[in-house]
């Protein structure tokens, strides 16, 4: 799954900017010079250093300084919380609070940027450079997600002064980083991907999955899939390593009765050596938010098929919700699968934005899946993603944010939206040029639900918007 997902990224969305000089890296260049290269060439020439080197040490010092600015951010975030909660809404509250969230992922991304990019005098790997690429595009995706949450709360102003200033500065630097890292290390012609390190190289075939399992826990799990066999490794042994399997239910007859208990029995930041850590969910309704910390590295869940388990939840930006933190069910961890499950949002088409399923996890994978909402109901928010033979509803921008992503053999559904309201399939979120994002549609069925099927009133329906400057959907 892994490998094929990383092919289907790198030959859909990678193109490089094309103001970018033609030079050599390795040849020493003024800082004016490389700076007309960036998005913001001013800002980028009263922070690089005066004097002359070339693109690998401009890239690093930007890069450095980058995570230091945002450490700067998130201690801000903080104090100004610490300072102000008692006179702030609700909703205030909330996007303080994601931002704090995003800043922290922001510092583990350029954590382990710098620490790539630093321990190499010129070139990459490609996989090395397209998962450093990844990261500094997701960074900026943050800002924009911070940014966004800020700027729709009724008590914006006061939080517009005293921290939307300085984060426009550090998006304009994390800009920078990601134009020069791009200039310097990702090859301007793509290859096939090579084999990425951390996967387990998992891959569709013929609709086939093969674990190596006790025999009493094949036949659970046989059982639930109704003997389906759903993924394939390219290994010699054809088989999907699993560490351990626990199982949710709601009437005590499992290991655990709810989703997040499972999920906090997950070890902690795993390589996938031994394998994924299985989660099986029965089918059943669950109600309750569900979130995957980025700790929580190859998990895998497994349901008994699309409307038999369902996860579900109402919150809305209407009742005080960020759409960030409105989802269902969120995961950041990488290397996420899910399989047969249906994820919803019931908040209905009049309370807004309202997400079903949010996911800024780095190869994750998604197959025969359900994802059901109205406004927002899949939120591709950042990171690599793959989406098969999944069905998702909605009415107004339902598959949105700025990963790169693919949906593949999927059934898009086009509920009836609110009198007055036109559907719009995708909203595409790129901000900046050099971010290898994008969304693609391939070998999918667009069509409209059963209530807008039924409908006697007319409504349009749009392939999607560019929601953002560069937004790109193929």
């Known amino acids: 799954m892994a490998s094929m997902l990383l092919y289907l990224l790198t030959i859909s969305f990678f193109f490089l900017s094309p103001s970018l000089a033609d030079a050599s890296p390795s040849v020493p260049v003024s800082p004016g010079t490389i700076c007309d290269s960036t998005p913001y060439p001013s800002y980028c020439k009263s922070v690089l250093p005066n004097r002359t080197t070339n693109v690998y040490g401009y890239g690093r010092f930007s890069i450095r300084k980058s995570l230091s600015q945002s450490r700067n951010f998130l201690d801000l975030v903080n104090e100004y919380l610490h300072k102000y909660r008692s006179s702030l809404s609700i909703s205030a509250i909330r996007a303080l609070e994601d931002c704090c969230y995003l800043a922290s992922l922001n510092m583990d991304f350029l954590s382990s940027s710098f620490k790539t990019a630093n321990g190499t005098s010129e070139t990459l790997l490609p996989v090395e450079a397209e998962d450093v690429q990844t990261f500094l595009s997701a960074i900026l995706t943050n800002q924009q997600t911070c940014l ?94 699993i560490s351990n399997i626990v199982t949710v239910s709601q009437d005590g007859s499992g290991n655990f009765t709810t989703i997040n208990d499972a999920i906090s029995a997950a070890p902690n930041n795993t390589n996938g050596v031994n394998g994924y850590f299985l989660i099986y969910i029965p089918a059943g309704v669950y109600q309750e938010y569900v979130s995957i910390p980025k700790n ?54 009049i309370k807004h934005q309202a997400v079903a399923l949010r996911s800024g996890a780095d190869l994750s994978a ?99 918007r560019p929601w953002k400057e560069y937004s790109r959907t193929v």
């Not at 009724?154 to 791009?182: C, W």
């Not at 994802?371 to 993603?385: A, I, K, N, V, W």
């Open 148 to 241: 966004d949450g800020i700027q729709s709360t009724a008590s914006a102003r006061g939080i517009r002064e005293n921290i939307t200033v300085p984060m426009s500065n550090d998006t304009k630097l994390y800009s920078v980083s990601l134009a020069l890292f791009t200039k310097g290390w990702v090859p301007k012609e793509k290859k096939s991907a090579s084999r990425h390190p951390s996967s387990k190289q998992i891959g569709f075939k013929h609709r086939r999955l093969l674990m190596k399992l006790s025999s009493q826990t094949m036949s659970t799990i046989y059982e639930s899939l109704g003997q389906r066999k759903l993924l394939q490794t390219s290994g010699s042994d054809n088989e999907v390593l």
């Open 296 to 349: 929580k590295k190859y998990l895998m869940m497994i349901g008994d098929g699309i409307n038999q388990t369902i996860i579900t939840g109402s919150r809305s930006v209407v009742d005080g919700w960020t759409t960030f933190n409105s989802a269902t069910f969120a995961v950041v961890a990488s290397n996420f699968v899910a399989v047969n499950i249906t994820f919803q949002n019931t908040a209905g088409a």
């Open 366 to 464: 998604f197959y025969s899946c359900s994802f059901e909402g109205y406004q927002d109901t899949l939120y591709t928010h950042s990171m690599r993603q793959f989406y098969r033979e999944c069905d998702i509803y909605g009415t107004v921008d339902f598959i949105f944010g700025n990963a790169a992503v693919v949906l593949q053999n999927c059934n898009i559904y086009s509920r009836q939206p609110m009198s007055g309201q036109f559907n719009a399939i995708t909203a595409q979120g790129r901000t900046d040029p050099n971010q290898n994002t994008g969304t693609s549609i391939h070998n999918c069925n667009i069509m409209a639900a059963d209530d807008l099927a039924s409908s006697n009133t007319n409504f349009k329906t749009y392939l999607g």
